[in-house]
């Protein structure tokens, strides 16, 4: 199996985390979770991108130096992920002086073979965007819409990378591998914007202006263009890349190209355009260029989630208050790759109830307290009843096989849905079956039947367990402590037949204790 390098975007650290961020730092470890799970090698990287002319100036207005601002900002990005055990193998931070030192070599590079130009350019700058305006970003009404913030005219002189020149090798390359692009929906933007592209792209900002950024190797007096620095992470912060020596370029191999989680705000034009072109530009061949996860918003009651709405949710007053699994657990469970979603407190604590409370946990619950019942904790696989076992491996085999089938193409929701509707079908087998009522007859074939049950549904949980794991990687081993099981998860275990006859159970304790916390719609989690 390839070693699986999985990436997502590198957080603006101009102010708190907030849910969009936690939601795609927990889908890729769900999914880099998973991959392990397959028992590959894994290596995920996130980070934070501290440069820039938004992080200028919330440094400037909280009167604090811009590293001082970012590492307080880094710091709580750090903690947060600890808290909803975001397991990453790589932190990228685009103030390290080896980052910046690949950024300036790269920069030097293109300088060198004549893929960076000066030229003098005068119109719109969007302050907030940190790019120049077009007439294509004017409105209906001839203005340039407030999302672009504040607009000033400007006229500088700074230097471009020559973009245009590989629109059609781009468009060929998007024709020939449009699975470079997931979800496929996707695809038809990237092209079409790829289609439109003119022009090439400013890649310096005047110091007079920005600061706060990596110096242009070959001309003191500009900094790199934020994009441009906060795109080379992906590489700088790869396992053995080196853009000066070249060296080690065997390790790189090992895990290039990406997978790079990205949401759906930032795929156009910076991921979907500039990436590739830049990596195209610094000799990567077309087998190396990565693949995009383009995820959709969480947005709140319908609108784009904003601190000047006051509608941004705060991941770690939620995680305070549900668990950190709860969070995790509606993250993936309540979004389908690739769309968008509405965020609501009152859904997370209904989809924990219902889905985990009701389901999983009583599933376990009563299971374990019917072995001990019935059987002192030990379980042993019914003998006359190869039927309903024969049936229950091929259940758990399809349930594996369509599980497996939802993490490769990315969609983790339906993947636990799977469970889910498993766990359903598990209690309602226990409605049919009875076990109380066996239990009080006395005849072998009744003793069997009970047998044939109780290993079963262990055997359910146990490979539920595995499944589990990814998302909820705490309760999963909770499930297998209470089962009596130890060792790693892999997904080869999800096999039938793993619990060994006669094998000891452990004791019950209440896994996804029921929410009854009131979410009171007027005060919800603390907007950021
Ligand atoms: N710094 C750039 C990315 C550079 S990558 C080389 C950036 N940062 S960001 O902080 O604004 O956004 C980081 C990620 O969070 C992006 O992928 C963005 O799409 C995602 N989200 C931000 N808000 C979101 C939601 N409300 N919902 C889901 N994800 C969203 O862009």
Redesign the pocket.
Known sequence: MKPFFIT?????TNGAP????A??KVLADVIARYQRLKGGEVFYLTGV?QHGQKVQQSAEKEGVAPQEFVDQVTAKFRALWTKLDVQYDGWAATTEPSHKACVQTLLQRLFDEGQLYKAKQSGYYSVRQEQFLTEKERGADGEFGPEWGEVVLVEEENYYFKLAEHKDWLLGLLSQRPELVMPNFRLAELTNAVNKLEGDLCISRPKSRLTWGIELPFDPHYVTYV?FD??V??ISFAPGYDAAAGADLAEFHKWWPALHV?????MIP??GVYWPIMLKAIGFSDADIPTLLV?????SSGE??SKSLGNVVDPDALADKYGAEAVRYYLVADIATGKDSDFSEERLVQRYNVDLANSIGNLLNRTLNMAWKYRAGKVVPGGPLQEATEYWRIRTNTLVNDYAQSFEIRQPNAALEAIIGFATNCNAAIEKGAPWKLAKEDDPVSQRSLDGILYTLAECLRIIAILLSPVLPKAARGIWDQLGVAGEFRLVDGEWGGLKDGHQLGQPVPLFPRIEIPVNPQNPVNPV
């Open positions: 997502t975007a590198i957080d603006y907030h849910i969009g961020h939601y795609e991108d994009w906060a795109l992470n992906y990205i949401g759906k705000d930032i910076a991921h995820h959709g918003w969480w947005n784009k989630m």
